[in-house]
Structures are given as structure tokens and as C-alpha cells.
């Protein structure tokens, strides 16, 4: 975790960057990003220095000797012009014609230009660089995760950034594994947030008991607060999987791309595997004939939705599943078809996608009863992308191949947060209940279930239920799920067909109502002519007093 004292420096550099004219959030962050990776080339240059210069292990040269003074350490320490000139002339050129196989960030500087003109702010901005803690792998992470949440804090458009919590709690009710060889991707990765959530719930996941550290830290209150901080001691024998082969995302915006591979290389994966590409077109079953099918055991996203496209630019294979062009719809094929047999997406839809009656909406909810496993359909609160979207979204989990024989429906209604446009923290809160609620219902069942629940999540459901009477019906045994006035309950294959497949929880989540009494009508009526003599008395009382 990062201290306060480090949030208030980002504070500050982002309010220079707004007086100094560059106000586009993502622009900040675009810039920070490429300081960044300015010191870590030169902080990995300097290592493999020492290296050759300690054991004789030789290494291609990321700067050559006449440009030495294109290295961070160098420009950092001159003047304010001459710095401006250096990096704005020197080291992004250096950025656009550096091309090393072992740096995927390389690729996507192509394009990099320096938007600072002010001298100033460049001095400022690189003196915080300076102070990051990037060479921590346990603090660098969390660093970058702060600078996304710049992106809806300054109001940024909500596609780009799903709220953490959100992502959190489908990262565990998915449980991403190293030792099954798992192969993740996000086919809309935006700054990656689903694949850095992933790596960090694994890394919690893979710490032994003796290796999760506490540490005091001043929060932005600055107040001292205990931080648990997991090393992912357990993960040398899959490091080599996860560095290289277990995270995969994939974006058509360069911007994106560039902030999430430093996203993902901040938090400790070595090489991502992030491409531009537009996942719907036929280019990308071309260039990634792999990817595009069959390619992967684990799916999480938030694909853009209420959007349409050319028919022209979409695959045909994917046409073929499902004639629309409404990309909510097409990204659901799509994702089926990028999964492996067996493998398990958890997608966020808008909630038309799970009663729509369309012709495309029908096919394509019966193509997921009918020719897959639909495990699960989550209802969330309108409110949770405010202030960009007051659209009514749902998570759908399911399973590629196999069959459906019952839903498991769950009826979120708060996140931890007010559903208004300001956000603010509240403590109702339905995602602990609802992951431990889903991880119960699967040991219940015998399905595959690691039974973990993260730090924090287990945190604020032994508050909730210190005795886990959340997962007992009314007479004290174990949930069976059957009673459809809970918030977790299962609906039959059988029903859902008989309902066209519509998926909307509403459909089949029974209410129960309280009788109400009232009195009769005759009674209130003399209690209000009773009040209102009561007030007509005061206002005679106080016209004497004049």
C-alpha cells in the first residue's frame, strides 16, 4: 500500500499538470506512464551493468554511449530547459526507434509524443518519478492502481475503468489458478484492470501463512492503519507461466494498451502478452488464429455495450452465432468462441441482453442454456458505473460445452457504495455475502472450488456474519438455494425455457409482502381536524401576544 504522504505528492503533480493546461485525466496518466518507463530502462540498464561488470554476463545495450544522456539519471539532474529539450527531443525519439524483444512497453512507444511544453512541469512531474517506489514490487503495484483511479474520480468515460470492488469479487468467484495452466485474457482489456485484480488475487492466494507481513501506513486520512502485504512466496514453480503465458488482453485504443502493459508489469507480471486489435473484425482470427479460438481457459471482461457496428468489419464466424450488430451481443459470441471446452467467462452485460426480444437476444441466451452451462446470473444495482452510466447491468458466468440444468440467480443490491452520482462509501454491502454465498453453493454441488476467500473480503464478512449464519436457512441447516425469496436462489433449465430463456431475475425472484393495518378512514379524519384546531389555537394565542 502506498502512504498518504505519497498519494498527496500524486495529488499535487495532478494539479500542475491542470494548471499547466494538460486537463484529459488519461493524458496524465499517459505521461506519468512514460517517465515511468524511462527510469525503469535506465534502472534495468544499471542492473545489467553491474551484472556484466560482477559475473561478465553480457546484454543488449538499451542506450548506446552517445546516448547516455538520454538515461534518467541523467536528464533528471539538469536544468529545466535543457531537460525539456533533452527528453522531448532525445529520449522520446529513443522511445519510438527502441524495439527489444524483452520489453513489451517498447511496442506500444511507437507513437509516444511529450505533451508537456512547460518546463516547469516537466522538472516537477520528473522529481516525483524520482520518489516512486517502483523497484518495490509490493508497493508499485498499489501505485499505479491509485493513478487509474484518477480516471473516474476526474471523470473520465466509465468503459475505461470498471469499479475495482466489482472486479474483485468476479476475480474470486472465478478463482484464476497457476497450477491448472490457466490462460487469461480480457478480449476488451481497457488498462487491464481485470488481469492486474487476477494477479493480484493469485499472489495473495499463493502466500504462505509465514509470509504475509503486516505494516503500519498513514492512509490519505492520515490516520496509521495496518497493511497486509503477500509476497506470492508460493508462486516460484509457476512463475515462468504466469510471467509469459498466463495474462492476455487485447484493446484497439494505443493509449489503453500503453497503460495496460505498464498496469500489469507494475504490478510484478514480467511479460503480458497486451496486442492492439479489434476482437470483433475478421483480422483478428487472422493474426490470432490461436487466440481467436479456442484459445483460452479464462474469460473476464466488461466489453463496450449499446453500441453498434459496421456489419462489414465483424467476423463472419461470429455473424454465424448470432446475427446483430449490437456489440454486447457479438462480444458474447465472440467470447464463447475464444473459450476452450470447459473453459469459464464471468462478462459483464447490459441487463437488455437477459429479457431482449429479439430475434439476436433469444438466439443468443439459448445458445448459453441450450449449448453451454449458464452457472450463474448476478443482478447489479443501476448505480454501479455512476456517474457515467445509470444503465442496469448483470455479471452472466458460464461455462463453454456441457449442459445446463439449473441457474444460480443473485440479486445485488448494494456494492459497498451510495448508487448516486457521488459514490461515497456506505456500510451496506452484498459482495461478501455474495462470493461466499457462490463458493458455498458450488461445494454444495461438488463443483470445482478452491473455497478461498481474499483478505479483504473475508475481513468484512466475519463482521457481517461472525458465524456464518448467512449460508443457514430459517431452522439453522445448510442453504439448499431453492427458496426464491432469498437473495441467492436457483431457477430449473426447465423454467427459464418456458419463459422464452428470459434471464431477468425478476422473472422468477418471488416477493414476499407484509400485510399492512390501517386505521379507518374516519379516525384520521377526526385526528386531522384535531391537529388543525390545535394550529388555529397557537395562531390565536400568538395574535394576542401583539
Excluded at 445448510?478 to 426447465?494: E, G, H, I, M, N
Aim: hydrophobic share 35%.
Amino acid at each position: 500500500m502506498i502512504t498518504g504522504e505519497l498519494k498527496s505528492n500524486i495529488d499535487k503533480l495532478w494539479e500542475e499538470f491542470w494548471v499547466g493546461g494538460i486537463t484529459n485525466p488519461l493524458t496524465v496518466i499517459e505521461q506519468i506512464t512514460f517517465l515511468m518507463y524511462s527510469r525503469m530502462l535506465d534502472m534495468q540498464e544499471t542492473k545489467d551493468e553491474h551484472k556484466e561488470m560482477l559475473a561478465g554476463v553480457a546484454f543488449k545495450r538499451r542506450f548506446a554511449p552517445e546516448q547516455e544522456e538520454l538515461r534518467f539519471s541523467r536528464f533528471s539532474n539538469l536544468g529545466a530547459d535543457e531537460m525539456l529539450e533533452v527528453v522531448r527531443d532525445g529520449v522520446f525519439q529513443h522511445f519510438r526507434t527502441l524495439n527489444h524483444d524483452d520489453s513489451i512497453l517498447s511496442h506500444f512507444m511507437k507513437d509516444a509524443r511529450l505533451e508537456i511544453v512547460k518546463a516547469t512541469l516537466l522538472v516537477k512531474a520528473v522529481e516525483m518519478i524520482k520518489k516512486l517506489p517502483i523497484d518495490k514490487g509490493d508497493t508499485k503495484g498499489d501505485l499505479y492502481e491509485y493513478l487509474l483511479s484518477k480516471l473516474t474520480t476526474a471523470g473520465i468515460n466509465g468503459q475505461f475503468r470498471t469499479p475495482r470492488h466489482i472486479i474483485r469479487a468476479m476475480v474470486e468467484m472465478m478463482e484464476p489458478n497457476p497450477a491448472r495452466g490457466e490462460r487469461i485474457c480480457d478480449p476488451a482489456c481497457g488498462t487491464a484492470g481485470f488481469l492486474s485484480n487476477s494477479y493480484e488475487y493469485i499472489v495473495e492466494r499463493y502466500t504462505s501463512s509465514d509470509n504475509v507481513h503486516t505494516e503500519v501506513v498513514t492512509n490519505e486520512k492520515n490516520e496509521l492503519e495496518e497493511q497486509k502485504v503477500f509476497t506470492g512466496d508460493l508462486l516460484s514453480e509457476y512463475r515462468k507461466h504466469v510471467d509469459k503465458d498466463m495474462f492476455h488482453g487485447y484493446d484497439f485504443d494505443s493509449t489503453m494498451l500503453r497503460i495496460a502493459a505498464m498496469n500489469l508489469i507494475m504490478h510484478g507480471v514480467e511479460q503480458p502478452d497486451i496486442h492492439y486489435q479489434d476482437t470483433m473484425s475478421q483480422s483478428f482470427s487472422d493474426r490470432f488464429p490461436n487466440a481467436s479460438n479456442e484459445g483460452f481457459h479464462l474469460i473476464l471482461a466488461n466489453p463496450p455495450f449499446t453500441g453498434t457496428l459496421d456489419e462489414e468489419d465483424i467476423d463472419p464466424k461470429i455473424l454465424a452465432k448470432v446475427k446483430t450488430k449490437k456489440t454486447e451481443l457479438l462480444f458474447m459470441a465472440r467470447i464463447l468462441q475464444m473459450l476452450k471446452v470447459g473453459g469459464r467467462s464471468a462478462t459483464v452485460v447490459p441487463q437488455g441482453v437477459l429479457f431482449g426480444s429479439s430475434k439476436a437476444h433469444v438466439a443468443l441466451r439459448e445458445l448459453l442454456v441450450e449449448k453451454n452451462q449458464l452457472e450463474a446470473v448476478i443482478n447489479l444495482p443501476s448505480g454501479v458505473f455512476k456517474p457515467y452510466a445509470g444503465v442496469a447491468t448483470a455479471i452472466l458466468i458460464f461455462t463453454k460445452g456441457g449442459e445446463t440444468n439449473n441457474v444460480w440467480f443473485y440479486d445485488l443490491e448494494n456494492d459497498g457504495y451510495s448508487l448516486d452520482d457521488k459514490r461515497n462509501k456506505i456500510d451496506k454491502n452484498d459482495i461478501p455475502h455474495l462470493v461466499s454465498s457462490w463458493q458455498h453453493y458450488r461445494k454444495q454441488n461438488n463443483m470445482p472450488t478452491g473455497n478461498f476467500l481474499g483478505d479483504k473480503l473475508q475481513t468484512q464478512l466475519n463482521k457481517q456474519f461472525p458465524n456464518g449464519e448467512h449460508l443457514k436457512d430459517a431452522k439453522g441447516k445448510d442453504r439448499d438455494y431453492s427458496d426464491r425469496t432469498q437473495k441467492a436462489f436457483t431457477v430449473p433449465k426447465a423454467d427459464i425455457k418456458a419463459n422464452k430463456y428470459d434471464l431477468s431475475i425478476n422473472r422468477y425472484k418471488e416477493v414476499v409482502y407484509q400485510e399492512e393495518s390501517y386505521e379507518e378512514p374516519k379516525v384520521i379524519l377526526g385526528k386531522l381536524k384535531a391537529l388543525e384546531q390545535e394550529i388555529l389555537d397557537d395562531l390565536k394565542a400568538l395574535e394576542a401576544m401583539l
